[in-house]
């Protein structure tokens, strides 16, 4: 296991808002958990204090049209 921090951030390599400290076996794995948190709409992800990916939220769809 390998000890990464996820921070969740107002825009990639931004301002930190929040920061939660996990255990995963790869840095695969702890992308996957950061883009499974409800609380990571944008985050990066950090081992060894490089970042070593980030999760962006997809823009909110417009409703579609009705008929």
Request: negative net charge; charged residues 30%; hydrophobic residues 30%.
């Amino acid at each position: 296991m390998k000890h990464y921090r996820i921070n969740k951030v107002d825009e990639p390599g931004g301002t930190v808002l929040k920061k939660q400290d996990i255990l995963a076996t790869s840095d695969q794995a702890a992308l996957q958990r950061a883009e499974d948190s409800p609380d990571c709409p944008t985050c990066d992800v950090l081992h060894n204090g490089e970042r070593i990916g980030s999760i962006v939220a997809p823009p909110d769809e417009p409703p579609a049209p009705s008929r």
